[in-house]
Every structure is written in C-alpha cells, then in structure tokens.
C-alpha cells in the first residue's frame, strides 16, 4: 500500500534535501516514488503561487488562507490521489500542516476554521506520516538566506521574526495533537543522520502496511 509522506517546517529546514534522500532511498528499494511540493507544482498552481509570494502586494490573511487552499485542492485532485491510486509513494514538500502554521497560527486566524478548509478542499486526504524538520527560526532563515534565489526571498520569507516564531509554535503543537502521525526531527543535525532516521521509520510503517 503506498504512502503519502508530507514533511513539514520552518524555512530553511531543510525539507527538499530530506525529501530527495528519502526519494533515492525509496528507489533503491525498488519502490515508485512521486515527489511534489506546495505551492505551485501544477500550472495552476504556478499561477496561484505567483499571486501568492511573487508579489510586494499586500494580501489579506483570509485571501492569503483561501489561495493556498485552492492550490491544494487542485493538487490533491489532478496530482496527490491519482498517484496513489497508481501504487506510488508521494512526498510532499508542505501541506496541510503548512497552512495551519502560517495562515492560522502565524497569521492569527482561527486553526479549526484553516483546518477545516483545508480538509473541504483535499476531501479530507491526510498523510500518513508527516515529518516535521524543526529549526529555529534565527537560524532557518539565515540558511534559507543563502540560497541562491532567483528573485530574492518570497512574501513569506521576508516576514518578522516574530511571525516566524508564531509558525514554529505551530508546527510543534499540531505534532503533539498527533504523535503517532508525526515524526519530530532536529533540523540542524547533520543530513544524513535525518535521512537515515527517516528512512527508518518509513521502513516500520511500509512493513505495517503490507
């Protein structure tokens, strides 16, 4: 039975990196894999992702709220569950959990009332396993600084420390609703000792679930 495998975090923690180790891994156990991410993995989302954090336009947290979750309604439907419905493991650069964190707990709107947005508009499809790659924000964002962007830092990236802050108090309340959904990961350990650890658990799972 495949997995959905969502990784979540702060910026700069260090999701794709995990999320290619995790890809290689999985193919080297001749298992199919699909990896995407959120926003803007579709053409739609492209253009939804462009409103969304290409822009010095200001965007109400509402509007902010309802973008992100058109993205992933149109994702979930064209990309997320016909890929597992053709037997591949999906991972997933952010999903739900994101919009919780940013638009509810970051953006200080109601979580419940982000939540279930989000759950309307991927009808309810949730990852089997999320994995949170947790940073500290002062340190995330100096990481993510260097990058090499190609326009600078999005929207997003360009906000306060303290609404950084506010996301990362959010990601780690939503693991402890859940436990046994989540995997807590340090995310300045070195990357290889995360990939292996992820590796591991996604091993226990897939044996569970054959």
Same mark, same amino acid.
């Given at each position: ?10 910026? *700069? ?7 290619? %180790? %995790?890809?290689?891994? %999985? ?7 699909? =990896? ?6 579709? +053409? ?12 010095? &336009? ?6 902010? $709220? /309802? ?14 569950r016909p890929?597992?419905? $053709? ?7 952010? !999903?739900?959990? +994101?919009?919780?964190? !940013? ?14 947005? +989000? @759950? ?25 600084? *260097?990058?090499?962007?190609?326009? *600078? #830092?999005?929207?997003? &990236?360009?906000?306060q420390a ?7 108090? *959010?990601? @780690?309340?939503?693991?402890? @609703?859940? #436990?046994?959904? !989540? %995997? ?5 350990? #070195? $990357?290889?000792? /995360?990939? =292996?650890?992820?590796?591991? &658990?996604?091993?226990? @799972? ?5």
């Amino acid at each position: 039975m495949p997995l959905f495998i969502a990784f979540e975090g702060g910026e *700069g923690s260090g999701k794709s990196t995990q999320i290619k %180790l %995790l890809a290689q891994w %999985l193919i080297g156990q001749g298992q199919p894999v699909f =990896a995407t991410h959120e926003t803007g993995a579709t +053409s739609v989302g492209k253009a939804i992702r462009a409103l969304l954090l290409e822009t010095d &336009e200001p965007i109400t947290p509402r509007s902010e $709220a /309802l973008l992100f979750a058109a993205d992933r309604a149109h994702h979930a439907e064209t990309e997320l569950r016909p890929m597992l419905a $053709a037997g591949r493991h999906v991972l997933c650069d952010r !999903y739900v959990d +994101s919009s919780i964190a !940013y638009q509810g707990t970051g953006r200080t709107l109601s979580t419940a009332e982000v939540a279930r947005l +989000s @759950r309307w508009a991927t009808e309810d499809l949730v990852p089997d396993l999320t994995v949170l790659l947790d940073i500290d924000p002062a340190i995330g964002l100096v990481r993510a600084g *260097g990058r090499a962007w190609e326009s *600078g #830092p999005d929207r997003l &990236e360009r906000e306060q420390a303290d609404f950084h802050e506010r996301v990362r108090a *959010g990601f @780690r309340e939503l693991a402890d @609703r859940a #436990p046994e959904r !989540y %995997l807590v990961l340090d995310a300045t350990r #070195p $990357a290889i000792e /995360l990939a =292996a650890e992820i590796a591991a &658990e996604v091993s226990r @799972r897939l044996a569970a679930s054959r």
